[in-house]
């Protein structure tokens, strides 16, 4: 499960935020990538694009093999998962189990970009969602299958914001690759984009104000306590109902006055979609089993059920540029401020694991150390 969402405050300026959710811990890292850092997007088979960073970039990123002794792990082998730029443009990557499926060929001239490094590209080399946009209409991306995941092909679609308010989704369903304006601003999992707008036909009597009262013959009924007005919303975890859950707080949260309160206001938007260990849980014995939305990360058998849970929930001020995360383990965010990074020329990397060990709530010095590349 992931759930992402949009929100501005009373000045218009925007903010962005998401949870990650899957049955296991994996070793995220949050890596800094500065401008001029050089990449080599490769697929077998296509000539590789080479690009290197305009933008400073601060990501949530995962090895995409496991090490070995003879080969460890390389800063070119951190996938960006999650990110903001230094311009204010977000990257999410979200699972989508019916990305793959049979793809476009490249003309054989035209360099291809790895659907696993999309979230590099897009924030190395762009400032907008326009931008975005654009250049995805000429770059050929390819989905592969991944080594970490035991072979499953990219399961996942992407979400990309900025700081005007523009979104954008990127998707490949079945292979296929379509860009959709995001006119909600808030993304999940499947279905696919378009089917969720169609859904939201069935809410509009939605509202945030509260019906609290109403005569039924000769009874007034009344309600002992506030909060009616959102019976109306889907209770389940799944991504339909978060969709729609994500939706409602977006449009109805009041628009905070100050940065400062905005950042904590949509910490208290993301709170309604954290999900706890065991909230829900999938037995694979029974009815078929194996419920999970990323293929390749499904339980041992050793283990009794697979339960999934919110590994961590990220939040982007995207005027300040100022990147928030929060792992399981967790009740506050550790902050990173991409202006203060800016000075750095080589990368930079800290386990996720150890923002508590680091013990800040703003860690950008943290990651700054030389200890932590």
């Not at 309160?261 to 009815?287: C, E, K, W």
Request: aromatic share 10%; proline share 6%.
């Amino acid at each position: 499960m992931c759930t992402s969402l949009g929100y501005k405050d009373a000045s218009g300026k925007v903010y962005f935020g998401r949870t990650l959710e899957l049955t296991v811990d994996l070793p995220y890292q949050i890596t800094y990538f500065p401008a001029g850092f050089e990449t080599i997007s490769e697929v077998e088979g296509d000539a590789p694009l080479k690009y290197s960073a305009r933008f400073g970039v601060l990501a949530v990123a995962m090895p995409c093999r496991v090490p070995t002794a003879d080969a460890p792990i390389e800063i070119a082998d951190l996938k960006v998962l999650e990110g903001l730029n230094d311009q204010g443009l977000t990257f999410s990557l979200l699972s989508y189990p019916t990305a793959a499926g049979k793809q476009q060929s490249a003309e054989v001239t035209k360099s291809v970009l790895s659907a696993s490094d999309l979230g590099s590209w897009a924030l190395s080399q762009f400032a907008t969602v326009a931008e975005v946009k654009a250049a995805l209409a000429d770059q050929p991306i390819a989905l592969q299958p991944l080594a970490l995941l035991g072979g499953v092909v990219s399961p996942f679609h992407y979400v990309v914001h900025d700081a005007t308010g523009a979104s954008l989704v990127i998707e490949f369903d079945h292979g296929v690759m379509t860009v959709y304006d995001n006119p909600v601003g808030v993304m999940t999992n499947g279905p696919k984009f378009s089917w969720h707008l169609t859904n939201l036909d069935n809410y509009t009597f939605l509202s945030n104000v509260d019906q609290s009262s109403a005569t039924f013959g000769s009874y007034k009924a009344a309600q002992p306590d506030s909060g009616i007005a959102t019976a109306g919303l889907p209770s389940s975890s799944t991504s339909v109902g978060r969709f729609v859950r994500a939706a409602y707080y977006a449009q109805f949260t009041e628009k905070a006055a100050t940065p400062d309160l905005a950042v904590t206001t949509l910490a208290h938007v993301m709170n309604n979609f954290d999900r706890p260990r065991g909230v829900s849980i999938d037995y694979p014995s029974q009815n078929g089993g194996g419920h999970m939305e990323v293929a390749g990360l499904e339980q041992k058998g050793s283990e009794p059920y697979a339960t999934e849970f919110t590994c961590w929930t990220s939040l982007s001020d995207l005027d300040r540029k100022v990147f928030y995360v929060r792992d399981y383990k967790s009740l506050n965010f550790t902050s990173f401020d991409l202006k203060a990074l800016a000075e750095l020329k080589v990368p930079a990397v800290l386990p996720l694991d150890r923002l508590d060990e680091a013990g800040a709530t703003d860690a950008t010095a943290v990651l700054k150390a030389p200890k932590a590349a």
